[in-house]
């Protein structure tokens, strides 16, 4: 039985305390690229020397490559990470399938680990990702152990998760709230951590939470020494430790304490687990917020996972803090190595040396006969361990000498040290590669006719006569499309010309049996009105939404829409090992920033995207829109949580709700539990609205528009549809219907 522990690493020194406390591996971000933009990351010059003294180590160390990279920035990346590959970077942790995509093609034999940010909640995701060429997968943190070891039995690809650290309130990071409403993206590493903000929640205009407990949104850290046998028995190779942001010392404080868990469970997995008070308090002196739960793996969500009445706490014991950096930042930790030295008349010296499978053989000048005093074993075994800053250390040191025989210090000295180096060029040697495969990332050109040509538009069942929507096409930009969240808004909606199509979102329906039942009639009712009828999946495809669509029912009721919106890797791998036959496309989530990305998913054979929410004109423009679906208003989904606010303040009612979150500055965020599917979704606290925008986005020229639908009444959604065909298909400028909107990131985007 086998387990990695995983540290992570802020910096150099944070790498140096991890391994010297015992971990098998680090994750570590350089100057660009990386979640954590903030850490004190190493220049190339230093991750390069990190990368020799891991494997110096016989440890491991993965470069963090984990943010959405905008088309401009795929340019560098070949010559950013080119010299790390050549040093013998052993892995990559990607989160942008375009950058999958890349390394994939550009390095070969470099291990590409499938970020937490990818969101992989199923056995799906982990195989789709295994047949892209990801070697690993890090779990979504709001997986079950029972989940992860459907996982682990489903396919062999190697399994990381989280072990202890923070915990992010969305799932898996995936959060629009910072960037929104912080103006950094998490997405590009720069979290402004709104999530750890004080809120009030409000159901019917009136308060619902206690004053004191308003951090509504703040989970405890997670702490799982006690789970750590199940975790390993449900097919967890990789232990994660999160807190590439905290100091060396909280890197190897926690090491310290897992390290010796894990070890003891693995020496004897029949022995009975015990974990002491002692080590868990020693964990929370160094740091957490409110206490420890053990996160998602025994339940799906709940109150005694969060700490609202806290948002953080750091350590205060010094005396702690004072012992590790002594123990572990101050004190060396050479790697043990065997030798023999060899002394013989007339011959040369020699000094054979071993470490980890690796044996080197080094020459010196020929002995001398003594004149006077001559050397002895003790004065050539001292001479010899002083191996101080060379970063080895002997365990074992035999002498093989004549009597009577001399070598000047000078030349024992040098002896030892070219011994060492050649040890040390023999196991780099291992790792070392050539140059990457250097191509260009993919072209404009490339690009042409890069999605599915067919007409996603407005054609009549009743022999094919063209509405109004369809003939104005000829002459149109674009097509125009509305997704409703209420069923209610169907007709109202059908009665607006301009709209193309209508997107059906699964929460419009009360659960399954609604689905199944009515599900045609709707679909119906659009076509009557010469409308196409689309589908859109869950934000989240685990257990729920398995149980939700199986069998051939739900299968039937998916094939009788025009098309289907996908959310997630799952939903596209669980369609099409159905043989799932109607045009399938990628919402905004699925992350298309970049051409690669695109191109990624036209060969997935997927028929349009939607563009990225986080870039802006000009980004989008570089990135091309051919194909691409373009949100032009609606209230955007901020988080989707697998945490429910309904269950945590006042108790599950299994029944969809509408509560309110406030901030400091007064503003309502809607927040829907979705409770078919249970996840809950927060939305902006004001819509997105860009019919001012008629003429950049013309110049855009996307496949079509998207009105998004979420919490408006009727009466209202079909004065907006109304108001945006007058603003893209008329000849005038119409007035705004909402005093407080955003454009989103279309003028400003994001770092």
């Keep these: ?69 905008k088309d401009d920035e795929l340019d560098g990346l070949y010559d950013y990470l080119n010299p790390y590959y050549r040093e013998g970077l052993d892995a990559v942790i990607v989160q942008d399938l375009g950058v999958l995509r890349y390394i994939r093609d550009v390095f070969p034999g470099l291990d590409i680990h499938a970020s937490t940010q990818m969101g992989i909640t199923s056995a799906y995701g982990a195989r789709f990702l295994k047949e892209l060429g990801a070697t690993r997968i890090v779990t979504a943190r ?57 809120y009030d929640l409000y159901e019917n205009g009136k308060r619902v939470n206690k004053k004191e407990k308003q ?257 104005k096409q000829a002459t149109a930009y674009f097509r125009m499309t509305a997704s409703v969240e209420n069923l209610a808004l169907v007709n109202t909606l059908c009665a607006v010309p301009e709209i193309d199509a209508i997107y059906l979102d699964c929460a419009a329906f009360s659960g399954r049996e609604a689905f199944l039942a009515d599900s045609k009639r709707w679909i119906a009712r659009c076509h009557e009105a010469g409308k196409k009828c689309f589908y859109i999946l869950p934000w989240i495809f685990r257990t729920q939404a398995l149980e939700y669509y199986r069998g051939e029912q739900a299968l039937a009721a998916l094939a009788a829409y025009d098309g289907l919106l996908i959310r997630n890797q799952e939903e596209y791998l669980f369609l099409r090992e159905r043989n799932f036959s109607k045009p399938l496309a990628a919402d905004w989530n699925l992350y298309t920033w970049n051409r690669e990305a695109r191109l990624f998913w036209q060969e997935a054979q997927l028929a349009w995207d939607t ?64 409770c078919p599917f249970c996840y809950n979704v927060i939305y902006n606290s004001a819509p997105l609205e860009l019919s001012g925008n008629v003429r950049d986005i013309k110049e855009l020229h996307p496949e079509s528009l998207r009105l998004q639908f979420t919490t408006e009444e009727p009466e209202a959604a079909g004065e907006i549809a109304k108001s945006y065909a007058q603003a893209f298909f008329g000849r005038e400028q119409t007035d705004r219907l909402y005093k407080e909107f955003t454009r989103g990131h279309f003028e400003r985007g994001v770092e």
């Design 611 to 674: 563009a990225p929410v986080e870039l802006n004109r000009r980004e989008l423009a570089r990135r091309g829109m051919e194909g691409s679906e373009l949100i032009v208003y609606g209230y955007q989904p901020l988080m989707v949580s697998a945490q429910c606010q309904r269950k945590n303040s006042t108790g599950c009612t299994k029944k969809p709700s509408l509560l309110y979150l406030k901030d400091r500055k007064q503003k309502l965020f809607a927040v829907k539990n979705v």
């Design 142 to 198: 709001e997986l079950s152990l029972e989940e992860i070891r459907g996982i682990h039995e489903s396919t062999d690809i190697e399994i990381e998760s989280f072990i202890h650290g923070a915990l992010c309130f969305c799932y898996s990071g995936q959060c629009l709230l910072s960037s929104m409403i912080g103006g950094r993206s998490g997405n590009r590493g720069r979290c402004a951590q709104p999530c750890r903000l004080p």
């Design 215 to 471: 951090y509504l949104l703040s989970p405890k850290d997670i702490c799982t020494l006690e789970l750590l046998p199940q975790l390993i028995e449900s097919g967890v190779y990789s232990m994660k430790i999160e807190g590439r942001m905290k100091r060396p010392e909280y890197a190897a404080g926690v090491v310290r304490i897992y390290r010796r868990y894990l070890d003891r469970y693995l020496e004897n997995p029949q022995k009975k687990f015990q974990v002491s008070s002692e080590d868990k308090r020693e964990l929370l002196d160094l740091y957490s917020r409110g206490g420890f739960s053990d996160g998602y793996y025994r339940r799906h969500n709940g109150p005694s996972m969060m700490s609202p009445g806290q948002s953080n706490y750091c350590t205060d014991n010094d005396v702690l803090l004072k012992e590790l950096k002594q123990q572990y930042l101050d004190k060396d930790y050479p790697e043990k190595i065997n030798g023999k030295l060899i002394l013989s008349k007339r011959k040369p010296a020699i000094l054979r040396i071993s470490s980890g499978g690796h044996t080197v053989t080094a020459e010196g000048m020929q002995s001398q006969m003594a004149q006077n005093r001559p050397l002895t074993r003790a004065d050539l075994e001292k001479q010899m361990r002083k191996t101080g800053g060379s970063g080895f250390a002997f365990s074992h040191l035999e002498i093989d000498t004549e009597d009577d025989l001399f070598l000047p210090m000078q030349a024992l000295n040098e002896l030892r040290r070219n011994a060492i180096t050649a040890l040390k060029e023999d196991i780099q040697s291992e790792y070392r590669r050539g140059d990457g495969r250097y191509r260009k990332p993919v072209s404009e050109e490339d690009l042409r006719g890069i999605f599915l040509k067919e007409d996603h538009g407005a054609e009549k069942q009743n022999g094919g006569e063209k509405t109004h929507a369809a003939k």
């Design 1 to 69: 039985m086998k387990a990695e522990l995983l540290a992570p690493a802020g910096c150099y020194e944070s790498m140096t305390a991890a391994f010297a406390a015992g971990a098998d591996a680090v994750y570590i971000g350089g100057s660009r690229f990386g979640a954590r933009a903030y850490a004190e990351n190493p220049d190339e010059d230093l991750l390069k020397r990190a990368i020799d003294y891991a494997h110096e180590k016989n440890r491991r160390l993965y470069l963090t490559v984990n943010t959405l990279l």
